[in-house]
């Protein structure tokens, strides 16, 4: 007799819980439905900033699979259609179509939560006016493109210096407008130390991007045809043609919380090792509404990223379709980009070693992408964090040009594998002029970070 599986999103770790379960279950033995609110599926949220700033030329590249494919593969994903309430006791769920207003219930023998995150929009007046935008889904991308073809005026605000912060701003510059961004924080990129953050905002005032740091916006205001017109802050007023938000996003998880499943500090739903729902042994979640563990510090944390919500939903399937996998947890590792500069961590940043109560000592180094005679070498700064006693690696960021975002990899492998700094020293990296000095940033990080630690006792 066949089992039913219902998946709730139709995105990244939903899509591919549903696709991995598929493979391995035929729709003889599992039936999969899944149900997503938006109009499209399996898509790539990630790429919207490139799709605005024109690198990505059309919006279909953004869409890896279809909702007539994954139907194509025996998978019921009904688009357009809200769940609304998880009835757990009764196995069920409710949803109703967007389109044509009617409710339904479908029973589940197996389920998946994959109802992403939710963007932080606050509570500010004039959030709501035409030309506001956040950047969240693919019909949010078209409505900013939309709005950015029927506004005259070349100036843009940029609300939150986050990754979606700045990828936007440099979205909207290379569209011709005059940019400036807000962030409530000391530096721009609060992911980063503040002194590496400055490094970010220095790199960004000279590619012409306006980045006033410590301004906490007040209030949008409108012209007189209901438009944004300008944003407010405490301390001033700056002209806006239109808005974009990035002020990040929190687990969406107002069902699962109606439904008294399990939740974490940060908002997010609770899961074991195969990314099972804590206590519940049919209900699976995975993607941006759950929490994680931090391999570093040991703790849960809510890391929002397409690549962990794409490993979920494979682990998922595959518990599901009778195979066995386990999502051990993460390390933290992110890049991005402002025009020509390369933005990337991994691990702890300092504020976050205090917090879990570590000792540790930091080093700063400045290096060159290639051998320093070689074309094209480009400045490089590093800076490491290691635990103090034990030289254990905690976390390593990077600012720089052409070839620095991606050597994080290197790092996160290193805290994956537990490494100290000084064994990181003997790393067997690949070497040749074009590529690298013949001492890696990385490495040549790793080597202070171990004086910094034998100093310190």
Not at 123 to 132: E, H, S, T
Not at 386 to 404: D, F, N, S, Y
Request: net charge negative.
């Amino acid at each position: 007799m066949s089992e039913r599986l219902v998946v709730i999103g139709g995105d990244a770790a939903g899509m591919s819980a549903a696709s991995q379960a598929r493979r391995l279950r035929s729709a003889g033995e599992l039936e999969i439905v899944a149900f997503e609110r938006g109009h499209f599926s399996s898509y790539s949220a990630c790429g919207i900033p490139y799709w605005v700033g024109g690198d990505v030329a059309a919006r279909g590249e953004l869409i890896a699979r279809s909702p007539e494919e994954h139907r194509a593969r025996d998978i019921d994903l009904r688009m357009r259609t809200e769940v609304t309430a998880i009835d757990v006791p009764g196995r069920r769920v409710l949803s109703r179509d967007l389109d044509a207003g009617t409710e339904a219930w479908t029973d589940f023998d197996k389920l998946v939560i994959a109802t992403g995150a939710r963007p932080l929009r606050p509570p500010l007046p004039g959030i709501d006016a035409p030309g506001v935008h956040g950047v969240q889904t693919l019909d949010d991308g078209q409505a900013l493109l939309d709005s950015l073809e029927r506004t005259p005026g070349r100036r843009a605000v940029v609300v939150g210096a986050g990754y979606i912060g700045v990828e936007m701003a440099e979205a909207l510059l290379a569209r011709g407008y005059d940019v400036t961004v807000l962030t409530r924080g000391e530096q721009p990129m609060a992911t980063l130390d503040p002194d590496m953050g400055r490094l970010v905002h220095r790199a960004m005032d000279g590619l012409g991007i306006t980045t006033v740091a410590s301004a906490e916006v007040t209030k949008i205001l409108t012209g007189a045809d209901g438009r944004v017109r300008a944003v407010a802050t405490a301390a001033d007023e700056y002209p806006a043609d239109v808005v974009v938000l990035g002020t990040g996003v929190v687990p969406e998880t107002s069902l699962a919380r109606a439904a008294g499943l399990p939740l974490g500090a940060h908002g997010g739903l609770l899961t074991d090792l195969a990314m099972r729902v804590r206590g519940h042994e049919d209900i699976w979640a995975g993607g941006d509404c759950v929490e994680v563990l931090d391999l570093v510090s040991g703790r849960e944390r809510h890391v929002p990223l397409g690549t962990h919500a794409n490993k979920h939903g494979q682990v998922i399937g595959a518990n599901i379709g009778g195979d066995y996998a386990t999502f051990p947890g993460v390390v933290g590792t992110a890049v991005s980009k402002v025009c020509d500069l390369e933005i990337a961590r991994t691990g702890l940043r300092e504020k976050d070693a205090r917090e879990v109560g570590l000792r540790f000592v930091t080093v700063t180094v400045e290096s060159t992408s290639r051998a320093g005679y070689y074309p094209g070498a480009a400045p490089m700064t590093v800076k490491m964090l290691a635990e103090r006693r034990t030289g254990r690696l905690l976390g390593v960021q990077i600012v720089g040009r052409e070839g620095a975002a991606k050597r994080v990899d290197i790092a996160a492998v290193a805290l994956t594998a537990g490494m100290t700094v000084e064994a990181m020293t003997a790393l067997d990296l690949g070497y040749a002029p074009p590529f690298s000095p013949v001492w890696d940033p990385v490495l040549i990080a790793a080597r202070k970070a171990t004086a910094a630690v034998r100093a310190a006792g």
